[in-house]
């Protein structure tokens, strides 16, 4: 006989959910805390409404896969027979046999993959808005904690509607500059170009301390540059939602992420749907003097931006994610597990594929199965 598990578990507020051994924070193996016992669950009766509360209750968007294999666990298997209506809030809250009765094996465990690449962000998660304003930018906006880019350090950051963020003032330019650009500022670029969000989208921003987004932040630096030991203290999201570009109707959506413990930093490029643009573009990121820049492939070339959904250097679709605390010497672990090479030698690799049109299509071929290009 199904009951609810919160009669079998009086402190419900205790329970944790969690995917391990997957490719990012939102997907994996699933697990649950149970009298402070992490234990599997179990495939029987499971579904797709079963995982699209566990994607809800981890603030990962949608159910893309909700029987994916992300290897067998191990120990305590908690839960079977697991029945959601889809409308739950969390996985306690749905039908279960009792806390580890079931009649199955490891290699029955649960694993899914949610869609979000993208952390929260809109009304929903509090966020501040940019005024709807062609070139505009956020006023001053005071870091929680410092931010160390490249041997700086930053208390403060702008958000500016055209698609970058800047340290030390704001930026009407909707005109990118070519990275490297030898300027004298710090610019981090999620889509650089001229966008407009007084006709349709959102540019907006929030920052945490605390939360389950940073224990996100924290698994997926882990995950990203596995190398690292690292807990997230702060992380600032900015999302450009839905932005059209300047003159057209085309609808663009993308994030930036900074995330910072200890002293490290890190930056995360999460991408949606990009259109096509006939505007010069540029994604990636440039310091002072250009002593340490990064140019995605292909972002700067308006009619291979739409790839941007589905490449990576870190194994996961939609995301590029970059090391930014050392100095110009020190390059290690700066671009991520897939990509774990010094600026310098990326650099003669884009140059060398800009004179073989054959490697930079290599680069953006599409993968039909879950390994992608680096």
């Not at 578990?9 to 016992?37: A, K, P, Q, T």
Request: charged letters at 15%; glycine letters at 8%.
């Amino acid at each position: 006989m199904l009951t609810t598990l919160s009669s079998f578990f009086v402190l419900w507020w205790m329970i944790d959910v969690r995917l391990v051994n997957g490719f990012s924070f939102c997907s994996g193996r699933l697990e649950i805390l149970h009298n402070g016992i992490w234990g599997t669950v179990c495939d029987d009766q499971w579904d797709s409404l079963n995982a699209a509360v566990v994607c809800r209750q981890l603030d990962c968007g949608n159910v893309v896969e909700s029987l994916r294999v992300f290897g067998q666990g191990s120990g305590q298997i908690w839960l079977d027979e697991v029945q959601c209506i889809g409308i739950e809030t969390a996985l306690q809250n749905c039908a279960s046999s009792a806390w580890g009765v079931h009649d199955c094996g490891h290699h029955e465990d649960v694993g899914l993959l949610c869609e979000e690449v993208f952390y929260p962000f809109g009304l929903a998660a509090g966020d501040t808005n940019n005024s709807a304003s062609l070139d505009g930018s956020s006023s001053v906006i005071q870091l929680l904690s410092p931010f160390l880019f490249f041997g700086r350090t930053y208390q403060q950051i702008y958000v500016n509607n055209n698609g970058h963020l800047t340290f030390n003032q704001p930026s009407v330019q909707n005109v990118p500059d070519h990275f490297p650009s030898y300027g004298s500022q710090d610019i981090i670029a999620g889509l650089w170009t001229n966008l407009d969000n007084r006709q349709r989208g959102v540019v907006s921003y929030h920052q945490y301390t605390s939360g389950n987004v940073l224990t996100r932040a924290t698994q997926d630096i882990n995950t990203h540059f596995p190398n690292l030991t690292f807990t997230a203290s702060w992380v600032f999201v900015a999302t450009w939602d839905k932005v059209v570009y300047f003159n057209t109707s085309s609808e663009t959506s993308f994030q930036v992420v900074l995330i910072s413990g200890s002293n490290f930093s890190f930056i995360l490029m999460n991408y949606g749907d990009v259109a096509v643009t006939g505007h010069p573009v540029q994604a990636g990121y440039d310091a002072v003097y250009s002593a340490d820049y990064f140019v995605i492939p292909g972002s700067n070339k308006g009619n291979l931006i739409p790839n941007l959904r589905s490449s990576s250097n870190v194994n996961f679709p939609g995301r590029w994610a970059f090391r930014v605390d050392s100095g110009p010497k020190s390059k290690k672990d700066q671009t991520g597990a897939g990509q774990v090479r010094s600026a310098k030698q990326h650099r003669a690799e884009v140059k060398k594929s800009t004179k073989d049109k054959a490697v930079i299509s290599v680069c953006f071929r599409k993968i039909n199965k879950t390994v992608l290009f680096t």
